[in-house]
Each structure stands twice: as structure tokens, then as C-alpha cells.
């Protein structure tokens, strides 16, 4: 159990049987009545955002989480296989559990994927990946001082915007988070 002066950003707690994390809070001690606290918490499995109020003292439950690493083998009509790691128990996510994720996935990616008693919600992949360009238009020559860009589509599907002077068949590092060029790789 967690005490609301245990609250911090990022901490993960159990309402209703359903796993938040804390987006953010805030402690209020009003001249008058006693202190409480203030929070914003986003859903886990629905990615709802809910207000919360809670009293100087309350408690709220850990959530029953537990993160393994996932190996993704491959994707066939839109479902995801992965791997564990660990046990090599395969397991089968729909596209909709993948989310965003999805977009920078290639075979033999070694994922996070999250679960709630035992139950996947989520996966998270690695902050940067290693793309490889399949399609892109021709960069015309001398207008790369304008700092102009290009959309770029990646063996994984997704479509970037990138720098003009980036061919096809060139290894891009791509931040997941950003969904923003990074760097070529050689």
C-alpha cells in the first residue's frame, strides 16, 4: 500500500482494480480543513486520464505489475508474436495492444512488454532503433542549405520525415519517442 505522501511522478498505483500511473500532483494545505492532494493519473490498459482527489493520509493500492523482456518474431494479419526471453513462451498481440509500438518493430527486437495479474498491457520499445530506408523520393542537389526534409517510408512501415541528402537502402537511428531522425548509421 501506498500513502499519498509516497506520490511522486511516474509512480504506478491500483484504483479500482485498474493500474494508473501518477502524470501529476500537487499537496494542498488550505488554511481552513485538512491538507489533501491533488492528482492526474493516466490508465494503463486504457490510456484514460482521471482526476483525483485524496485526503492527507489516504492509501491506494501497489498495482500487480510485472515487466519481461519480449523478443518480437513477427506480424501476420495484424497480429504481433513475441517471445519471452526468459521462458520462451510465445504470446499474440492484436494492434491495438501494440499501439504506436508497432510503427518501429523488426524481427529479433528484444521489447519491454508489460502485465497486469499476469494479463499484457503494453509494450514499450527500446528509446532509439536502427531503421533501414525502402523508400524515399531522389534529394535535389544544392538544397540542403534550407534545412528542408522529406518523408521517408522504413522496412518497419512507419513514415519519418528526413534530411534531403538520405537515400534509399541508408540505416537510419530513429528516436521512438519523438518519431524523429536521428542519425545515419554506417
Known amino acids: 500500500m501506498y500513502t499519498t505522501s509516497d506520490f511522486r511522478k511516474g509512480l504506478k498505483v491500483e484504483i479500482e482494480g485498474e493500474p494508473f500511473v501518477i502524470v501529476d500532483f500537487q499537496h494542498v494545505k488550505p488554511g481552513k480543513g485538512g491538507a489533501f492532494v491533488r492528482t492526474r493519473m493516466k490508465s494503463l490498459v486504457s490510456g484514460n486520464v482521471l482526476d483525483m482527489t485524496f485526503r492527507s493520509g489516504d492509501k491506494v493500492d501497489k498495482p500487480d505489475l510485472e515487466e519481461r523482456d519480449m523478443q518480437f518474431l513477427y506480424e501476420t494479419n495484424g497480429e504481433f508474436h513475441l517471445m519471452d526471453t526468459g521462458n520462451y513462451e ?90 524523429e531522425y536521428i542519425t545515419r548509421v554506417k
Open 90 to 179: 510465445q504470446l499474440f498481440l492484436t494492434a491495438d495492444q501494440m499501439g504506436e509500438s508497432k510503427d518501429f518493430l523488426k524481427e529479433n527486437l528484444v521489447i519491454k512488454a508489460l502485465f497486469h495479474n499476469k494479463r499484457p498491457i503494453g509494450v514499450e520499445v527500446p528509446m532509439f532503433v536502427e531503421l533501414k530506408v525502402v523508400q524515399t523520393e531522389p534529394g535535389v542537389r544544392g538544397d540542403t542549405a534550407t534545412g528542408a526534409t522529406k518523408a521517408a517510408t522504413l522496412e518497419s512501415g512507419a513514415v519519418i520525415q528526413v534530411p534531403l541528402f538520405v537515400e534509399e537502402g541508408d540505416v537510419l537511428r530513429i528516436d521512438t519517442r519523438t518519431r
